[in-house]
T-cell receptor, first 113, second 111 residues
Framework: NAGVTQTPKFQVLKTGQSMTLQCAQD?????MYWYRQDPGMGLRLIYY???????DKGEVPNGYNVSRLNKREFSLRLESAAPSQTSVYFC????????????FGQGTRLTVV | SQQGEEDPQALSIQEGENATMNCSYK?????LQWYRQNSGRGLVHLIL?????REKHSGRLRVTLDTSKKSSSLLITASRAADTASYFC???????????FGAGTTVTVRA
């Protein structure tokens, strides 16, 4: 089983460029999440989707948009990348949003120059 | 600001020793989980404890939860070099599907 798959693994963007980070899970999970991880900051929640058709803001949503395309896929879009968005991005999924373990992808390392 | 705060930020121990780390959180929770992250990898779930539980064990892991103090501890007994990793607590609240993480504790186990 692939679990949670993120693409791409690495990306370098110029300031102002846009891109979409893709995430897909094959575990039939209802909830999906996008986090960013910066040194010393742990994981900060950007957006989450409790179930197909719903999305909600997390702690740090500014500069990002998301789409829950279907139950499997949850994408994160940077419309106009800024150096402050240089980070490692993780996608995760869980059977439900409360009381079930989350499974993580391997991360996308994004550098904005 | 983040829901969870781990303490200490970093911990270095000798193989065979026990490692203890703590997590404090700010608002009432439904569940608390602990995750491990090896360098450059995604997070892996270790253990979940519900708000009505006080202690839970899984292999060499022991987790306690004190909801009156809004804190949890993770004990790893008889540590091994393979336990070298960062450890994070994560919480969710009633009727809220957000899963919020702390900043983590980095554990180094010396051979």
């Amino acid at each position: 089983n692939a679990g949670v798959t993120q693409t791409p693994k690495f990306q370098v963007l110029k300031t102002g460029q846009s891109m979409t980070l893709q995430c897909a899970q094959d575990m039939n999970h209802n909830s999906m999440y996008w986090y960013r991880q910066d040194p010393g900051m742990g994981l900060r929640l950007i957006y989450y989707s409790a179930s197909e058709g719903t999305t909600d803001k997390g702690e740090v949503p500014n500069g990002y948009n998301v789409s829950r395309l279907n139950k499997r896929e949850f994408s994160l879009r940077l419309e106009s990348a800024a150096p402050s968005q240089t980070s490692v991005y993780f996608c995760a999924s869980a059977r439900t949003g409360s009381g079930t373990e989350a499974f993580f992808g391997q991360g996308t390392r994004l550098t904005v120059v | 600001s983040q829901q969870g705060e781990e303490d200490p930020q970093a911990l270095s121990i000798q193989e065979g020793e026990n490692a203890t780390m703590n997590c404090s959180y700010k608002t009432s929770i439904n569940n608390l989980q602990w995750y491990r992250q090896n360098s450059g990898r995604g997070l892996v779930h270790l253990i979940l404890i519900r708000s009505n539980e006080r202690e839970k064990h899984s292999g060499r892991l022991r987790v306690t939860l004190d909801t009156s103090k809004k804190s949890s501890s993770l004990l790893i007994t008889a540590s091994r070099a393979a336990d070298t990793a960062s450890y994070f607590c994560a919480t969710d609240a009633y009727n809220d599907y957000k899963l919020s993480f702390g900043a983590g504790t980095t554990v180094t186990v010396r051979a």
